[in-house]
């Protein structure tokens, strides 16, 4: 499957940004998907998951009550709904997916990046103070 990350760009803090993650080449309905952002000379971190028919989500601490994930598999589509937002949410957003329905069983699994094989390139994110 192939992943295209759209919808980063700048914003003032406590504004809001919606990424979408555009899939192709699979029905996406196979794959667990989910969003990890990096920071420069950060690790890349997870931020949020969902399921592969999107009853379950899970999200960072940093990312709870403030960040929705969703999905819509007939429009082959990921979301990501970013409300909010602070100046440490800036980072360049990439979305993943991977077939192993296990990769959620365990909040250590979910949010390693090695768990999921399919990358997409990222979407950077610019909050301003």
């Known amino acids: 499957v192939q992943l295209q990350a759209s919808g980063g760009g700048l914003v003032q803090a406590g504004g809001s940004l919606r990424l979408s993650c555009k899939a192709s080449?699979?029905?996406?309905?196979?794959?667990?998907m989910g969003w990890f952002r990096q920071a420069p000379g950060m690790e890349r971190e997870f931020v949020a998951a969902?399921?592969?028919?999107?009853?379950?989500?899970y999200y960072a601490h940093s990312a709870k009550g403030r960040f929705t994930i969703s999905r819509d598999n007939a429009k082959s589509e990921m979301y990501l709904q970013m409300n909010s937002l602070k100046p440490e949410d800036t980072a360049a957003y990439y979305c993943?997916?991977?077939?192993?329905?296990?990769?959620?069983?365990?909040?250590?699994?979910?949010?390693?990046?090695?768990?999921?094989?399919?990358w997409g390139q990222g979407t950077q994110v610019t909050v301003s103070s």
């Open positions: 969902i399921s592969k028919g999107g009853g379950n989500t």
């Open positions: 080449g699979h029905n996406i309905g196979n794959y667990v």
């Open positions: 993943t997916a991977e077939t192993a329905t296990s990769t959620l069983l365990s909040s250590r699994a979910r949010s390693t990046p090695r768990s999921y094989e399919y």
